[in-house]
């Protein structure tokens, strides 16, 4: 397997990193993080002749030498406060440069049965519980970046949901990176368990202070229990300057149901993995996704939907569009075990390439080792509607305000089945803000 | 549904009509390859040297590369010095000069294979050229096809009479290195067809070529070559089998197709190469590079395949779209049963303005069969207007088999539109019902439903083809209902 | 208003208007009626200023101005609205937006201050009971999923929220029921006025009667081949497009 070795630089971090893992930490944690330095020293960034990578080169990553941050940087509530979504009525947790800020946060009174914690906290106060649930969905040899993340681990967040307890407010997990010098990385990882019938709404949500160009390389754990209902979203809205690989791994259970938002709009490079297995009848999961690429910005969302259990059920939904140089790439992937009948996997790549700079590949794939199911999967690049743009400019729009508006409604499709009003609002906005020729669109919520 | 269950099992089990073996004379080049086999074959064949250097220069290529492993396929490794590289039916020094002189029991093998090669045979208005093993045996009609101008011999003759056009055009689409299997067909390639249609001439027939693998441990390696001048149009019709052996053979063919412009190539395939047995044991490995090149403004380049049998098939029939306003189109029926494996598609590159390409794919496995539709469309910058619809449909039939499709889409051009749509089903229990309360058998009623989805492809063959394609199909498939 | 001077338009090959006259005034209603194939459309397409219509001879004045220098939408802001025959289903765009985006347009092109939002629902609101449509048809995608009578309905409501000067009516009355019918046929009526001039484009003549025209025109073969008062209607009705074509010829 053809690799780009690690730099001298990163050598050099994961050597003190096992030299100077404290003694403090819990065998089995130590051992887990010993193992994923050396599988990502050994592995190294990965290189376009993989297949996996095929569209997307890291080196910009690889060769940047960036620092985990040393202290805390200054951060005013103001300033997160325009990151935020207004008139979202949430619990908050704030992350700063991958560690946790109590201060910023508010998990004001959590209904018995849900505990939202620190994962730094929760390792130096009682490990043991977590050994089931970290780094046992995302497994080392699934990416250098997931080894990564394993081995330089600093904080992140827990949630545990007991059985059939119900989260009314959603969580907001507001993430953020700061402009450090160097330029600094991050490696939050975020645990979700939801017990049994339970029900929650956690906002995974990336976004950057002032001149911040640094790494944000996560790992979310999401095990969805029996009749469990979640509603995950990952908005990633970093400077354009930053940089972005997220791994989510998904493992759901009987009847449970989960819908993922997956929203880009910003980051100069991105890459976002989302593993999805369905391993019990009944479980039924949503990928809802929207990418947006201008300028020089490279977003790259693969997903993986994993039927290993007879009846059950995906619709997946991913949305692109190109514009300045940018490039935006889609990979999904279908796979249907031997014996998981009465599958119904459905999944759809839509991609508008609205300049000559931009590129889009899309790849959707199927396969199918079950006989007794109904899969299908589409894609398209194209523009936008002709018959639709003269109608619109038929009733005295201008081409140019009517190609705004199909834009930003073809992205508005994705965005609509947000359950969070808020949230939808606050991001047709930005991405309004982001299409020069939608700029003009009143958002009316 | 126990019962049910072992119909399927029974029926499942088909009989290969073509695995029937020639007993006749045979030179045999002993197994192994190195550059001396090369010039053997060269020397054979009484090449220029342009084509000795050009083989091996491509050997030497070859010797530098890996083998492919990205194909969704399993294979032992092949071990390339346990293959004879030509085997002939005679000595090629006296070489059938007419049908008369042919081998009987060779007319008797074509006859049984149902492709009669003497000209006054029922199959009037084809000319066919035969292969056999190594080597082109005979091909027809060539007086009638000369007075329109049209070249249609084997690709031996070709290098011999006509030097200057396989000198021009030989491996300018698939260039001698291009990839692993198409370099080991440039050093070893013993014959095949080439064909030539003038400026203007819409060629009088249908032109066809019938490959038969009949020696044992042989590989089997030809070419072909059409180029199509200016505003010629030419089907041309392929078919393929081999007989019944336990151990697998290899057959990496290159084709490369050229139309200038206005041109039009339409190329069909039946590809019916021995598929081993319920076990997975024997049987053709299919590794196949065919590739055509639009060059001509307007100009056309259909691809039609049926691919019945082989072990393994890998080959993906492209169009690289050069000239402006030129069109590519693929339709495919693949069909893997037992322990076939297919990893079959095609590449749709848009080079030239306002090209457009259609891709129709239709898969269907049954048995332990696992069936890819592999295809990359790849709009470049320059190619404005450019416009490609694809759809890949997946039929199952019984639950150990697999269908796979693996589409890449590749698009630097905003005024181009990509659409691609798939779908996977089986043949439902209702529709096998509603037929047979019709008072049909669900033999036929699977026929029927086979036929119908693949009827879209099956209406691009000419006729003779079509016949045969469904009839194929229906062998194929003998009773593996799902 | 409106002066249609020896049209003539094809599409691709196919030459479908072959010298139109028509002269409409403000105040007026003109139905211009056919059969299948006469032009009728085409001649909507034409004024509206859709691509792909060829005009090959004539002139079309509006207001003075040279119709065909105008873009689409420059023609809607000067007041033309077509109300179209199949209107377009356009996913993700919610009728709000292109009502507001439509009316600000015009506003703009005139001169006046954009509405805020507040002002332009308080508007649409008025006209929604007219079309007797619900509220939520606002926050729907422009013509999804629609009924043909809702996507008719929504014709109107846009014509009565935008006010052209001229409004032109393509087919307006096909595929709705006599409920549908009524309801459209008001919202028409309530648009006529002494400064506006409406062009009912129609193969039937039931709209007529819910809808008086002051004038009758029939189209045949790209000509209009006789016109009159509403009358004409009547006689239509009563002898078909027939009887009055082989009179004509």
Redesign the interface.
């Known amino acids: 397997m053809s690799t780009n070795a690690l730099s001298q630089h990163y050598a050099e971090q994961v050597q003190r990193l096992q030299d100077g893992l404290p003694g403090a930490i819990p065998e089995w944690l130590a051992g887990r993080r010993h193992g994923a330095a050396a599988r990502f020293s050994e592995a190294g960034f990965p290189d376009p002749r993989q297949?996996e990578w095929k569209y997307t080169n890291v080196r910009p990553i690889a060769t940047k030498p960036f620092m985990a941050a040393v202290s805390d940087a200054p951060v005013s509530e103001e300033a997160l406060r325009a990151m935020g979504f207004e008139g979202l009525d949430a619990y908050r947790m704030v992350f700063v440069d991958g560690r946790l800020r109590t201060e910023f946060s508010d998990l004001g009174e959590l209904p018995a049965g849900v505990t939202v914690q620190g994962l730094a906290e929760a390792l130096a106060s009682d490990p043991d519980p977590l050994e089931p649930l970290l780094g046992t969905l995302a497994h080392d040899r699934f990416s250098s970046f997931a080894a990564a993340n394993m081995a330089f681990l600093t904080d992140g967040a827990v949630i545990r949901l007991g059985k059939g307890v119900r989260l009314e407010r959603p969580l907001h997990l507001l993430i953020v990176g700061s402009a450090g010098s160097p330029a600094t990385w991050s490696h939050p990882r975020v645990l979700i368990q939801a017990g049994e019938g339970s029900e929650a709404t956690v906002i995974e949500h990336y976004a950057d202070l002032e001149g911040a160009s640094g790494f944000t390389n996560t790992v979310t754990e999401l095990r969805a229990e029996a009749g469990a209902q979640l509603r995950h979203y990952l908005l990633q809205d970093h400077a354009d300057s930053a940089y972005h690989v997220g791994s989510v791994f998904i493992q759901q259970r009987r009847d449970s149901r989960v819908t993922s938002h997956n929203v880009n709009l910003g980051g100069r490079l991105v890459r976002h993995d989302l593993n999805v297995d369905l391993t019990e009848p009944g479980a039924e999961i949503e990928l809802n996704g929207l990418f947006l690429v201008g300028g020089r910005q490279h977003v790259d969302t693969h997903t993986r939907v994993h039927h290993s259990s007879p009846h059950t059920t995906s619709r997946e939904q991913y949305r692109g569009i190109?514009q300045g140089h940018g490039r935006g790439v889609f990979k999904g992937r279908v796979l249907v075990e031997?014996?998981a009948?009465k599958t119904d996997a459905q999944q759809h790549s839509a991609?508008l390439?609205?300049?000559?700079n931009?590129?889009?590949?899309?790849?959707?794939?199927?396969?199918?080792?079950?006989?007794?199911?109904?899969?299908?999967?589409?894609?398209?690049?194209?523009?936008l509607d002709e018959t639709s743009m003269y109608y619109l400019r038929s009733r005295g729009i201008d081409a140019e305000a009517a190609r705004g508006m199909l834009v930003f409604a073809f992205a508005d499709e994705v965005l609509e089945r947000m359950e969070l009003a808020p949230v939808r609002t606050s991001i047709e906005r930005r991405l309004a803000a982001r299409l020069p020729e939608a700029g003009a669109i009143d958002v009316i919520g | 549904m126990s019962t049910h269950s072992q119909d399927v099992e029974q029926l499942v089990k088909r009989e290969y009509k073509y695995g029937f073996s020639t007993d006749i004379d045979q030179e045999i080049l002993p197994p192994g390859l190195n550059e001396d086999v090369i010039r053997a074959i060269s020397a054979k064949k009484h090449e220029p040297e342009f084509m000795l250097n050009w083989r091996l220069e491509a050997y030497r290529h070859w010797l530098t590369m890996k083998e492919p492993s990205?194909a969704h396929v399993h294979y032992p490794k092949i071990d390339y010095q346990a293959v004879s590289y030509y085997a002939a039916p005679k000595s090629d020094d006296d070489a059938p000069k007419s049908l008369d002189e042919v081998d009987p029991k060779l007319l008797e093998t074509y006859e049984k294979l149902g492709i009669p090669l003497h000209e006054r045979a029922r199959l009037a208005g084809v000319a066919v050229d035969a292969v056999f093993d190594s080597v082109s045996v005979t091909t027809t009609f060539k007086e009638k096809l000369g007075e329109a101008g049209v070249i249609f011999c084997s690709f031996s003759e070709a290098v011999h009479n006509h030097p200057e056009l396989v000198q021009k055009y030989l491996g300018t689409v698939v260039p001698s290195g291009d990839n692993y299997f198409a370099a080991l067909n440039a050093a070893v390639f013993s014959d095949g067809s080439f064909v030539y249609i003038p400026k203007g001439v819409r060629c009088p027939m249908e032109l066809s070529t019938y490959f038969r693998i009949n020696a044992m441990d042989t590989g089997q390696f030809e070419r072909t070559l059409i180029i199509a001048e200016e505003g010629s149009h030419v089907s041309y019709l392929e078919g393929c089998t081999a007989p019944q052996r336990d151990r697998n053979q290899l057959h990496a063919a290159v084709v490369e197709l050229i139309a200038l412009d206005d041109a039009e190539i339409k190329y069909s395939t039946v590809q019916n190469w021995y598929p081993g047995d319920e076990e997975g044991k024997g049987g053709i490995y299919n590794f196949v590079t065919k590739r055509g090149e639009c060059r001509g403004r307007n100009s056309k380049i259909s691809w039609t395949q049926v691919e019945a049998g082989s072990a393994i098939t890998w080959k993906y029939p492209s169009c690289v779209l050069l000239g402006d306003n030129s069109v590519g189109e693929f339709y495919s029926v693949a069909v893997g049963n037992n322990m076939q494996q297919i990893d079959s598609g095609t590449k749709m590159i848009h080079v030239g303005k306002n090209t457009r390409s259609t891709i129709i794919s239709k898969g269907i496995s049954a048995g332990r069969a696992n069936n890819a539709y592999r295809g990359l469309v790849k709009?470049l910058?320059g190619a404005e207007g450019a416009r490609n619809y694809t759809q890949c449909d997946?039929l199952?039939?019984?639950?150990?088999?697999?269908?796979?499709?693996?589409?890449?889409?590749?698009?630097?051009?905003?005024?181009?539109?990509?659409?691609?749509?798939?779908?996977?089903?089986?043949i439902g229990d209702d529709q096998i019902f509603y037929l047979k309360q019709r008072g049909i058998s669900e033999e036929d009623a699977v026929n029927m439903i086979v036929n119908g989805f693949c009827k879209e492809v099956f209406g691009e063959l000419p006729m003779e083809f079509a016949v045969e394609a469904q009839a194929l199909l229906a062998v194929s498939l003998e009773g593996a209902v799902? | 208003m409106l002066k249609i001077n020896n049209l003539q338009a094809r599409v691709e090959a196919a030459e479908i208007l072959k010298g139109i006259d028509l002269e409409v005034k403000a105040g007026e209603v003109h139905a211009i009626m056919g059969p299948n194939g006469s032009g009728k459309s085409t001649l909507c397409q034409v004024l509206g200023g859709r691509d792909g219509y060829e005009v090959t001879g004539g002139t079309v004045e509006f207001m003075g101005k040279d119709l065909f220098e105008l873009e689409p939408e420059e023609r809607a802001r000067e007041g033309i609205l077509l109300g179209f025959q199949y209107p377009v289903e356009i996913p993700g765009v919610k009728n709000i937006y292109l009502l507001k985006e439509a009316y600000n347009a015009q506003r703009k092109h005139r001169g006046e201050p954009e509405a805020d939002t507040f002002q332009f629902l308080k508007l649409v609101r008025e006209k929604l009971k007219t079309m007797q449509m619900d509220e939520s048809f606002l926050h729907r995608a422009v013509n999804v999923g629609f009924s043909g009578g809702e996507k008719k309905r929504n014709e109107i409501l846009q014509m009565l929220v935008l006010e052209p000067k001229l409004a032109l009516l393509d087919e307006t009355d096909s595929g709705l029921d006599i409920d549908a019918l009524k309801v459209v046929s008001e919202g028409v009526n309530r648009l006529r006025s002494q400064d506006r001039a409406i062009v009912l484009v129609t193969h039937y003549q039931r709209l007529l009667s819910h809808i008086e025209p002051d004038f009758v025109h029939v189209l045949s073969d790209g000509r209009i081949i006789k016109s009159g008062d509403k009358t004409l209607a009547h006689e239509l009705e009563r002898n078909g497009y027939h009887g009055i074509i082989e009179e004509a010829a």
């Open positions: 297949e190109g031997r014996g009948q991609n390439l609205l300049s000559p931009a590129e889009i590949d899309t790849k959707p794939e199927l396969e199918i080792y079950a006989d007794d199911v109904k899969c299908a999967h589409g894609a398209t690049v194209g523009q | 990205w709009i910058g997946s199952l039939l019984g639950d150990r088999c697999g269908a796979h499709t693996y589409p890449y889409i590749e698009v630097k051009n905003p005024s181009a539109q990509v659409e691609h749509e798939a779908t996977t089903s089986k799902g």
